[in-house]
Structure formats: structure tokens, C-alpha cells
């Protein structure tokens, strides 16, 4: 059905609704790209055969929706019941039955398929009172859990193109950009540029063409908030940038997906199929006399096209490589001509942000962060997942209340976030109030919203390292300061990890930091020192121990580190069995022995070990214990 | 440039033919054609630079620019170990050490029988299951070494 006019819309979405209110109970399964991998997809089909096999979709009006990410990844698949808001996880398809005859006949909780709180061993029924959901405020990720993704009419039943209905027939272009400036809202992506401050400044640029963009090349490594709203909830998106599109006059749009993201582009795609069959995108949209359409462009795998002026490059079949930036893209973007170009989440938000007004939005987070923000929160942390916060909530509260604290209760190191242009925060900021401000003065930045939790077992050298041979790998290599900077450096911290650091490196470091700040092209480059320098300032005692000492203090860079068993194993043999390489000896119930010539220095017996009874000290001792 | 194996160049037409003969739908184009080949053929690079008028340099240029593309042929059975921070911190590197036990190859290579080619990736945004290793389709979350026998036997099927 084409819908041609605002009380068409109106009706279609009372229609939606009253359908919605029609079905008495529902079993949402998560079919996110996490639950997917666990079996979501067997489980969804489990509860649909059941119910049609039994009748019950008439009998007592049950449904089963597939829904996108529930962001509770690790305990998947998830499946929550409606109305009563019992929540199962790890649910395995060959249960359904069981499920159906017991929980939804017999009104009877199985406690096995509880969530567990590893605070305190509890097992908690109800969804909204689990801490990893209660403590959150979701506004770009609203509809993700609770609506089938592929089903328009679902999604319009929960408020999707409320927001759009309301600008096209009770705004005009330059209201819609007042509201969206009252909200204060800023870019999701990264840096935090004020949204409406781009579109005025792409709206007043000279031309009757321009481009809306949307960056779903979600590329920093632990964040994967885009990912999930592209799959859960792609009509959010497509309503705020046919928003945006009003606002700014244009009539082209394109998403750029990351290759990595194959469901994304599925679920955008028949998003977008519906959405023009209902007259929500193309021409006339919604009888508006508004014309505006999307298009799809998969990305090539490059983590450079992240940034805007490569995306732009990319879209036109181009390699992705930025370009200085004199004149902005919001003048001169994609193929020369205006351009905006918005993370998912920035446009996930505003259709929100247009349906409950801009004050709405600024009424949550601090003075110059306005709204909620969405983090992955992931790493050595119990409760891994998607959340969203007001701005302005602690690292603590985000870390220890919601993610349940430090996996195995090991102490806390750092938490890495924004990606590899980032930094790592300590512990003593821990009280840190999550905003853009804040990160950044912590040496860090907000990035895409990854948060990585690191503990006494990750080696803050090995850490940027690891970024530093991220980026020298995805450096496009266009300017010299980025591609030979992150190439010197990266093999100063070859030689750190192995043993051949030298008194000076650090200073060098510094020194090759300045001037990849200074000379880069683009933030690719003048950001790749951020993870470099934000472990030096915070764990410069670390980096003093792998050169003075030749020794990695938390057991991980394997050329410094050997482990030893200690008295107290019980003789479990779980690590003999873990040992890739055989190099540990020993019957059950006995001691066991580490083989220092077969040993890698792997750790994956001090992983596995019950007891804690394995230790690490620095290889150079055992040179000395031979020589003795 | 070395000797290609001649492919059937009727599948390059069909996929030229869907979209417009523009320098933008290079990307997209190479896309459906190492879909389709596993790779991206010589001559059929020839073809997409030919038809699309963009210059042979340029087709060649984009195609190592970006990670999706291969100019060599791959496995039947790619094996994506994601190496993105989450997965880096909780042990991905191991998982990559056993797969070059166990099949012999490093990242980037390919088996000699074209079964299997073992790639490194930089998150694929799974981070709350990792470490993350991706077998054909299927994702394994929380992957260890120790089971990755049982990941090469039954992640090469179709599943979704």
C-alpha cells in the first residue's frame, strides 16, 4: 500500500498499532549477529512451528517476532516473553517445547535459563530489572529488541516515521533545523561536530544539488553500536536522513556499509524496498511533494574510508584516500558537490529528536553534550554488550554497575575507548564523567562509543602496539608523516616487546608522536599517537620495564615472560590439556611442571587454571637460574 | 604479468550488464565479480576496465587498495579470524597459531588444495563473544584453540 497523505499515514499507523495491541503475548528471539552465531535463527523457528503446530497464535493470541540486537551478546540466544518481561538466555532450540509447555502454558519460570547476576549469584526474571538494562536511557538504539526489523508496520507501531509525518506536514526545512539545534546534538562518529552547525553550513553553501550520507563504515575495532542499529532498526535510520534530506533540500542519499557488516546490508535494503512501496522514500514522499532516495554502497574493507573525504572517494569507485581539508565536504563533498555526511547513530537519533521535540534531548547529559550515547562495552569485563547512556554517566557506574565489574574479579587496568584514536583511562580516573570534553582532556576521545576493559593481565605496550600495527596496516599511505611515522614506531615497539629496547626509545616515541600530530593529513594520522601516548603518560613505569628490565610486568609480551606452576596445584590437569605446545608434565592429583624449552610463553594454562596457581615472572630469570 | 587460468568471462558480462558503465560502479562491481570468481581474475579485470572506461591502472589501483579484494585465487572455505581489540585482549592471537598448526598456513595464505584460506580481520563487530573466528558463514563466539578441530569440520557448511 502507498501511503499519499498525512491522514493516510495517520491511519496507517493506528492500523499498526491496534494490530500490535491485538497480540496478548509475544516471544521476542534476538536475531543479532551475536545470537545468530549461537542459534537464534533454529530458536525462532523452534517457537514458530510450536505455535503453529498447537494453535496458540489463536488459541491465547501469541506471536514470535525476530527482533535485532538485544545487546546482551554474550549470553545468547536471548529470548524475551511479552507481556510479562521474563527474559531467558542461552536458549537452545531443542527447549522450545519444554519452553512452551512450562513458561507460556503453565506460567511456570525455568530458573536454568535465568540470567545470572555474577554480582551476587542471583537469578534475575524480569528484563528491566536486570542492572546491565535498568540503568539505561535508549534513544538512537529505541526500537532495536523490541521491533522486527524487516516489518514496516511493526515499526511504525513503535513511533518510526512519527518524526518524519510530523516535519514534512508540520515544519518547515529551516524548523526542522532549529529543533534539530535546540537538541544540541552532536556527531556519533567520533569527534563531535554540533549536527545542525553542518547542515547550516552544507544548506548556505551555492548550488541546487546535494548529498546526504550516511558513515556506516563503523570501523574502530570493539565498537559495534552501528552495526546493530543498521541491523536492528534500519527504518531509524532511513527516517532520519529522509529528515535531514527535507531540512537541507536534497533528494540523494547513500548509506556507505562496511564490508564486514553482511547483515546490515540485508536488513537496510529491504528497509528500503518497504519504505518505497509505502511512498516513505522516493518520489512524493507521503503526498509531501518531497522526493528523496537511498542507495546502498558497500564498503571495500578499507578502515581509512571511515573518514569523510575517503568515504566521499570511495562512493565515487575511487581508492579512499582523504584529501586535505581547505574547503569542507558540507561545501564541496561527494562529487564536488554539498554534502553531509552523519554517523548511523547521529541519524538513528533524529527522528527522535524531531517526533519529542530538540528540549527532550537536551534535557539528558551535560552542558555541552547533550543526549544519550551508545557504547559497546566489551574486553575483560563480566556483562558484555551494546548499551546507551544519558552523557555525563561515570566510567565506574558504566564499568562496575552495569558491566557487573572485571571478569574473574582480576583487578582493573584501563579502559581503552575511542578506538585506535584513543587512549586508555586509568583507574584513578575511573569517576570520570563519560562526555566528549572529558575524554578528550583524558587524553582519549569518544570515538564510535567502543569501551574496551582491560585488566592486570594486558600488557599496555602490547596495547599500543597493537593500534600501532592497526594503523600501519589501514594507513591509505598517501602522506609521509602517517605511513613512515607509524612504520618507525611500530618498529621501535617490535623492539620493546622483544627485548631490544633501548634507553632513548621512549623520547624517540615522543618525538615521532609530534610530528605525525603536526604533518598528517588527515585525523587518521594525527590521531594515531593518541593510544601511544595516553599508555605513556598513564603507564610510563611499564614502558621503563621493558627496556631497563627486559621484562613485561603484566606476563604477556611471550620474549620477556616464562611462567612456572606453583606448590599449591592441586594436579587438576586442566592446563596440561589447555598446553598447545605439550610442554607441561604431570599425572592427575599431582604436581605439574612447565618445560621452559617447549613452552611459547602462550598463557593459555595461567587462563584455564582453577587455582590461580600458575605465575609469571621475566625469561631473563632463567638465564640466571642456569647459570647458578 | 603471470599466467591467469582462462575463466568464463560470461559471468563478468551479466554482472557489467546490471550496473551503469560509470567510474562509481567500479567498487561495486568488483564486489559482485569476486563474488563470484573467489577472487578477481586478470582478464577479468581487463573487461571491467574496458566496459566501464576507467583506465586499467586505476581498476588495478582500487583492487589492492582495498582488504575484500584478492588477486589470487582463494580456498572454498575462507576462515576469518577477527583480530579487533576485544578480541586481541581475550586471546585471538592464539587462535591464528593454531590454525597454522593445524592447516600449515599463516594469515593471508591459502592451503595448496584451495580448501582453506586463512585471513586476519580487523573486527567484525561481534566484540561481546570474543574472541570471534568466522568458518564460511558461521560465527563461533568465545572461540578457543583447543576446539579448532571441530570448527574446520563443521563451519564449511551453508548455515547461516
Known sequence: MRIESKDQFAAFQAQAREREAGRKKRVLVCCGTGCLATGAREVAEAFAYEIAERGLDVEIGLGVKSTGCHGFCERGPLVVFQPEG?????VQAKRVPEIVEKTILGGEIIPGLL????????RIPAYEEIPFYKNQVRVAMRNIGRIDPTDLTDAVAHDAYAGLAKALFEMTPDEVLDEVETSGQRGRGGAGFYTARKWRSCKAAP??????????????????????IMEGDPHSVLEGMIIGAYALGAHDGYIYVRDEYPLAVVNLQAAIVE??????????????GFDFDIRISRGGGAFVCGESSALMRSLAGKTGEPRAKYVHSTEKGLFDLPTVLNNVETWAGIGAIIHHGGAWFASMGTARSKGTKAFSLVGKVKNTGLIELPMGTTLRHIIYDIGGGVLKDRPFKAVQT??????????????????????????????????IVMDDRTCMVDVARYFLAFLTEESCGKCVPCREGLKQMLGIFDALVEGRGRQGDIERIETLAAGMQLGSLCELGKSAPNPVLSTLKYFRSEYEAHIADRACPAGICR???AFEIMDDCDGCHVCFKACPTNAIEGTIKELHVIHHDLCISCGACLDVCPTDSIRTFPKIELAVREVV | MAEQPCVDLSKTEAILGSYPHEEPSLIQVLQDVHRAYNYLPCDVLVRVAEVLEVPLAKVFSVSTFYKAFSLEPQGDTIIKVCTGTACHIRGAGQLVEELERKLGIGAGETTEDLKFTVKTVNCVGACAMAPVMIVGEKYWGGAKPARMSRYLAEGGSDEN
Do not use: H, Q, W
Open chain 1, 86 to 90: 521474563l527474559l531467558y538466555t542461552k
Open chain 1, 115 to 122: 540470567y545470572k547476576n555474577p554480582a551476587d549469584n542471583e
Open chain 1, 207 to 228: 548550488g541546487d544539488r546535494r548529498f546526504v550520507l550516511c558513515n556506516g563504515d563503523e570501523g574502530d575495532p570493539g565498537a559495534f553500536k552501528d552495526r546493530s
Open chain 1, 275 to 288: 519504505a518505497r512501496k509505502a511512498g516513505l522514500l522516493g518520489e512524493n514522499i507521503l503526498g509531501s
Open chain 1, 418 to 451: 575511542g578506538g585506535p584514536s584513543g587512549g586508555c583511562i586509568p583507574e584513578n580516573l575511573l569517576d570520570l564523567p563519560v562526555d566528549y570534553e572529558r575524554l578528550t582532556e583524558a587524553g582519549s576521545m569518544m570515538g564510535s562509543g567502543g569501551m
Open chain 1, 559 to 561: 620474549d620477556l615472560t
